[in-house]
């Protein structure tokens, strides 16, 4: 979009009474038009507008524009308007418009020539003479527009031209359209005033861009999606004037094509080159106190205090008052009290042209005044930045305050650059211990793998044993997110010889974060047995320590076949005071792990309500100490535990949640793998099965993690998405190699669950060899263990697994085992799959309670695929059965408020930024409710979501299945989660 394009938008009005006065001058009526505005508001754009209107009712166009070189050249303005056009006229036409009085001023016009008339007297009003029937002539064959751009620049003698013009022109075809800008006029405005005042001008002023039509201009340059605080800022910094508009829309676009999208915030740092030439010819002609008055101000910035700009500038308090009356005469800053920069984008001008030294000089004085009159913190460190290292120790001081705030308020990344500058400055040597810890702390719980870096730096410089083992608790933490665990128990292992007999509470924390780096990875197993064994000669008089223990006992006792009973009373014991409603968890990021591995062996045990509660006690407590990484592993495990339960919704939050937030460095955690598992379990379950895979194959994890047991659950969603798809023998290999990534780890129970499933993979690929002896040995193996689901995993295999009659009674076995548990998506699956197997035994009317009873709770936990497994049954025997996620009623909360967001008539953006989610998710929930109100656009979205309207079943386009979807298998129950164990 051109300046031109940008200038002209919303001049409808003022091209229409433009129109209307060349009109009038056809007519034989002389018209004045005057076009008044500040600079950059679009006045030549609307003079050049002109001329084409001009042109297109047959006048004699001539034009001039004032020039500050020239405005002290008499009549250079009038040379420029007849000069040229004189010269290339033919000589008949030549002496027509010089004949009479007009030949007085042959000699001014000659091309080329220097003389001049008078500046005085007689002679000169000949000249004006002359002119005016100069242009009374040439109007004589057409009407004549004598077009003057700036004219405040015109010479004295040219302006008095015409002042001359203005009063005789009312009965000839003579238009003339000058544009000016009062703040300009100067030593002209005697002459100015005069013109503009005339009785007969039509005074044009021009406003900025409303903001309708500022973001329009910014939607069509930056396109209709862009970021709206990316166009806030936009209109925040122009102030809707056409030239600085247009001018910053390119300097984003080229920001955003050298270095991607553009952060809302730095739009108020960029300098158009033009604005910053057109800020300094005005500054040019400005005392030396005044410069040094805005500077100052630019340096401070938008909201600067005079009294500090005083300060910064060192200018003498007496000249104050006229240098900021000048700054508001040229129009840099607005009148008025406080005194403040007209729009940012000058402000920021004035800044980029400061010479580097002279700019970091003054924000270091900035920094000093501000710290005197105890402004904000953050106010003080923002000028601290930009200042030159000068190894000041209040420098560090005031930037480590001013992190330890920005901690407490959860900007973490405000607290890294605080500190990072700090590091630069540099701190006294007896502060660079401290000062490291802090930074590593900061970028640690933002994920910034630079905390290892800063982390071992602090380790190697403090020479006190306790504070090298309470930095090795966050870098041990660290390690483990990084899914460094050898490096994690290795250090651990050394800290915990260093404090010992010194402290003993951290001792016994470095413990227990050596037991939680060494029991994540199969071959440090062994590494845990010394640490164990201290905290067993502790006993009870450490609660740490017990609570540790039993949480092993209970590990031990899962991986060593217990029954699921004995494994939960040695789980109770370790939640002893917490559940319910009683002892805090105050986490950190390594005792995060402890709760974690009691709450998989609580879902391990068919405790599922019990794992969640405690999850999201554990999840306040992280919170509460700001502590992210922690907060990331109790909220992944829990929308795991919340997936099993059939609790869909919740597990897709707690899981974009944990992704939105997860970088490189935090892809190798835990928690990445469990939120990457659980919102492709929830992604199955719904049938949507293209987002699904596309998920899997967008978080890659490194090789470490594949080949830990912390793996087995992609795998198992994995395997889950490929049978969904049709592709059996992928998803058996993938069961395959996640039971065996267990078994390697010792946790042969919690494999029970995924080979029932993989035994029923087998049935429906018809690959029946050998799979009834299997399900047998596994229901063997079940009923030792004794928890509810794995039973019934295998009683479903082997009535899947057995034709005739026994396969109902093992299948009905399995749905009363599971109607008393909280696993109610695997209730589903079970139901679904015995009213099928009723079906075709023609026990119709059992079959049509099962089916149904399996349907509704399928429908209430948005497992669609099953869902729709049960309908397509129940079709089949003549029941017409209506899908609650068909119609307005299916929607769940999120998907309503984002529906309705988007009836208004909201972009995605908007939505996403409203709702505190991703433009991804607003995408998959808008799929989902197409989907379900059988709709394929917006412009459909507002009439679904009215009370009266009715959604006809089959009625949705092709368009509303998400692309890449393909259609149900036969005899798949797509999307039902199996009965499964997750330990880790």
Known sequence: MAVESIALVERDHELSIMGSAAMRCVEKKGELLIVEGAAGHGKTALLSAFRDIAAENGFQILQARGNELESEFSFGVVRQLFEDWLASAAPEERRRVLRGPAE??????????????????DEQHATLI?????????????????????????????????????????????????????????????????????????????????????????????????????????????????????????????????????????????????????????????PRPAVALVEAMAVLGTEADVKHAVDVSGVDQRTVAEALGALADIGLLRPGVPPRFVYPTVRAAIYQNMPVSA????????????????????????????????????????????????????????????????????????????????????????????????????????QDPVVRGRVGLDLGAGLLAAGRNDEAVSLLEELRQEVDGRDEQLATLLDIAAIAAAQQVSHLHSRAAQPLRRLAEEGAENPSAARLLAANRATTALRQGAPADRVGELAEEALKGVLPGGLALDLDNVSAYLWFEIAAVLASCDR???????????????????????????????????????????????????????????LRSPAAVLAVTSLAEVLTARSEFAAAKSLVHEYEFNATVKRSFAYAPVLFARGRLHAALGDLDTGIQDFAQGCRLLEESGLHNPTLSHAAETVVMRVQAGRTDGVLGRAEALLSRARAFGAPRSIAAALRALGLATPGATAIGHLEQAADLLAGTEARLDHATVLVDLGSALRRSDRLGQARGRLTRGLEVAQDCGAWGLAKVAKAELSAMGVRVRLAEEG??????????????????????????????TIKTVEWHLNRVYRKLGIASRDELRKALTEDY????????????????????????????RPGVLHG
């Open 888 to 917: 307005v009623g299916s929607l769940t909360p999120q998907e309503r408020r984002v529906a309705d967001l988007a009836a208004e008539g909201k972009r995605n953006r908007d939505i996403a930024l409203e709702l505190f989610v």
């Open 608 to 666: 599922l309500g019990d794992a969640d509660r405690l999850l999201t006690r554990a999840l306040e407590g992280a919170q509460g100490n700001g502590k992210l990484l922690a907060t990331g592993i109790c909220r992944a495990l829990r929308a795991w535990v919340r997936g099993q339960s059939g609790r869909l919704a919740d597990a897709e939050s707690d899981a974009r949640m944990v992704l939105t937030h997860t970088n490189t460095f935090g």
């Open 104 to 121: 007085l001023v042959a000699p001014l016009l000659d091309h080329g020539s220097a003389s001049a008339p008078a500046a005085a007297g």
């Open 359 to 462: 700019r970091n000089a003054a924000h270091a004085r900035a920094a000093h005044f501000l710290h005197q009159a105890a402004a904000p913190l953050d106010d003080i460190a923002r000028h601290l930045l930009r200042a030159d290292v000068a190894g000041d120790r209040t420098v560090v001081a005031v930037l480590r305050r001013a992190a330890r705030r920005a901690v407490a308020d959860n900007r973490l990344p405000d607290a890294v650059t605080y500190l990072t500058r700090a590091l630069q400055e540099p701190p006294a040597p007896e502060e660079m211990v401290a000062l490291l810890i802090e930074l590593g702390r900061a970028e640690l719980d933002a994920q910034m793998p630079k905390a290892l870096d800063h982390l071992s730096q602090a380790m190697e410089l403090a």
């Open 130 to 286: 002359g002119l005016y029937w100069l242009c009374a002539h040439i109007a004589e064959r057409a009407p004549l527009a004598l077009l003057l751009d700036d004219i405040w620049w015109a010479d004295e003698a040219s302006l008095r031209f015409l002042h001359y013009l203005t009063a005789r022109i009312e009965d000839r075809p003579i238009l003339l359209a000058l544009t000016t800008d009062p703040a300009e006029w100067g030593h002209q405005a005697r002459n100015m005033g005069a013109i503009v005042s005339h009785p007969a001008a039509r005074l044009i002023r021009l406003a900025p861009l409303s903001e309708a039509g500022s973001r329009a201009c910014i939607g069509e340059r930056l396109g209709e999606e862009t970021d709206p605080r990316l166009v806030d800022a936009c209109l925040q910094a122009t102030g809707g004037i056409p030239f600085l508009l247009h001018e910053l829309l390119g300097e984003i676009t080229e920001s955003k094509r050298d270095a991607g999208d553009l952060a809302p915030h730095r739009v108020f740092d960029l300098a158009p080159p033009k604005v910053v030439r057109g800020v300094l010819r005005r500054l040019a002609f400005l």
């Open 950 to 977: 009715v959604h006809v079943p089959g009625s949705a386009s092709r368009s509303s299945r998400p692309q890449g979807d393909p259609a149900p298998v036969p005899g798949i129950h797509h999307g039902a989660p």
